[in-house]
């Protein structure tokens, strides 16, 4: 006669397997989302917000439904730790959903505020129960919290008036997760175990995984398009520098622009450029990006309005200025402007603010220092004009104050004597040469680019 107990044995494990295979499947099935999530995250290289939260929540969910319905507790093997993993993991799943909907715009004030008191409550209670094992209490506080959680969601989603496409299937989803939620608890005071809510949150995640992603794309395609703008303007911007200095029997020049972004604030242009002549300016406007660029492009208009005081450097600021106060939004303008003169072998320099000049010669670099207020910041600023004769062979260098700012990993600023000694070292390259080096130099020193870069140098051949 055959026993009856193996035969027994076999069949209960089969229904214990036809019970759990469904919620293990549903399990898997919101985790494999949340890991999608992630993936799409990862290779846009971009930290989302929206699929952040998503991937935390569907992981903690996931595990916590597949060690839940996993076979060992009804089989008679109950490891304490899938217990306390099991709840903890219940005890944490608020705070990513909550982060989520945040990043939605989906919660009212009140909702918002309430987070910051329920991710502490949670995060405690599941340290709690990982380290001391199930209590009641804990439960109890754990159910208060989520029972108003619930309360100010509903009432947050039935205020929320978003006429958003995203909106409506979303707040649609939740409801759907919350009346499952109150249905599986009231089944369970009244004697039944009907579990639903696996299923409403797999189709709540599909739900928030479609309108992540659908907003995740519109970004991109928005960055896509503002980053088209900026390479238009960066264009832009590019046309407003002067071309390079024309051939002179008399001066060679050489510029450097190395803005930080797209576009930037620093600006030079070569106001006189002939033969016998050369005028140079030097401008900073304060900040970057866009707001800099806008303003650098004022400078120029600025600066053209001055070319009929273009030999005399303190006019030429002075008139700038009268220019630009009122017009640039309270940026504020360094300015320089060197006037050279190969006929009388003189060199006139003004500044507003602005790093001092580079005189080098002998292969010795001399600071040239003769500053007013910057541009654009008093109408009643006057400048003043510096006199010195030039000798062949003389070096003269302009730069902006990216240079000598440039910090290292320690914080420790590239400086100007750093910059003099640069100088000095490249004293007997050509222009174009000498920059690469002092480039070199700085961007080597500098463990990042933290503001625009410009540098402009000139030889007196005689």
């Known amino acids: 006669m055959m026993n009856p107990e193996p035969e027994f044995a076999r069949s209960e494990v089969l229904r214990i397997f036809n019970e759990s295979q469904l919620y293990i499947i549903i399990g898997s099935a919101i985790g494999t989302l949340g890991l999608i999530a992630a993936a799409f995250s990862l290779l846009r290289r971009r930290r989302d917000p929206l699929l952040l939260w998503l991937t935390v929540f569907a992981v903690l969910y996931s595990v916590r439904v597949i060690l839940g319905w996993q ?6 093997l109950n490891p304490p730790i899938f217990r306390r993993c099991v709840i903890a993991f219940g005890f944490l799943l608020p705070i990513p959903a909550l982060f989520f909907l945040r ?24 340290i709690a129960v990982f380290f ?4 009641d209490t804990l439960q109890n ?18 205020r929320n008036k978003s006429h958003s496409p995203d909106a409506r299937p979303i707040r649609i989803a939740l409801f759907v997760f919350i009346a499952c939620a109150i249905f599986d608890n009231v089944s369970g005071l009244a004697g039944t175990d009907y579990v639903t809510v696996p299923f409403s949150v797999l189709i709540l995640l599909g ?21 088209k703008e900026l390479e238009i303007a960066r264009r832009i911007q590019l046309s407003i520098l002067p071309d390079a200095f024309p051939v002179s029997t008399r001066f060679r020049v050489a510029a450097r622009y190395i803005p930080m972004t797209t576009v930037a604030g620093d600006f030079y242009d070569f106001l006189i450029a002939n033969n016998n002549e050369a005028g140079i300016l030097i401008a900073d406007v304060a900040g970057h990006g866009i707001p800099a660029a806008l ?6 208009f600025a600066a053209t309005k001055q070319r009929s005081n273009a030999t005399d450097p303190a006019a030429l600021l002075n008139g700038m200025n009268q220019t630009l106060c009122g017009h640039t939004q309270s940026q504020l303008i360094t300015a320089g402007y060197v006037y050279l003169n190969a006929e009388t ?6 500044a507003a603010a602005h790093c001092p ?14 500053n007013g207020l910057m541009l654009a910041a008093f109408d009643f600023a006057t400048f003043t004009t510096m006199t010195h004769s030039l000798e062949p062979g003389d070096r003269l260098m302009l730069y902006t104050d990216g240079l000598p700012e440039a910090a290292n990993a320690n914080a420790e600023e590239f400086g100007t004597e750093r910059l003099r000694d640069e100088v000095q070292r490249t004293a007997h390259l050509s222009p174009a040469d000498a920059i690469d080096g002092i480039i070199a130099s700085v961007e080597a020193w500098s463990a990042a680019q933290n503001d625009d870069r410009t540098i402009l140098i000139c030889d007196y051949i005689a």
């Open 132 to 135: 001391l094992g199930p209590n």
């Open 357 to 370: 000049m580079f005189l080098v010669r002998n292969g010795q670099a001399t600071e040239l220092v003769e």
């Open 71 to 76: 076979m060992l507790w009804p089989l008679g």
């Open 141 to 158: 506080i754990n159910n208060a919290v989520v029972l108003i959680g619930i309360v100010l969601l509903i009432v947050s989603l039935l």
């Open 207 to 227: 739900t928030l995984a479609v309108v992540a992603a659908r907003r995740t794309l519109a970004k991109e395609q928005q960055l896509t398009v503002i980053n």
């Open 345 to 350: 072998s003189e060199l006139r320099y003004s």
């Open 295 to 300: 303003i650098a492009s004022i400078v120029k």
């Open 103 to 126: 990043s939605l715009n989906l919660l009212d004030r009140a909702t918002r505020l309430a987070t910051y008191i329920v991710v502490p409550i949670e995060i405690a209670i599941a």
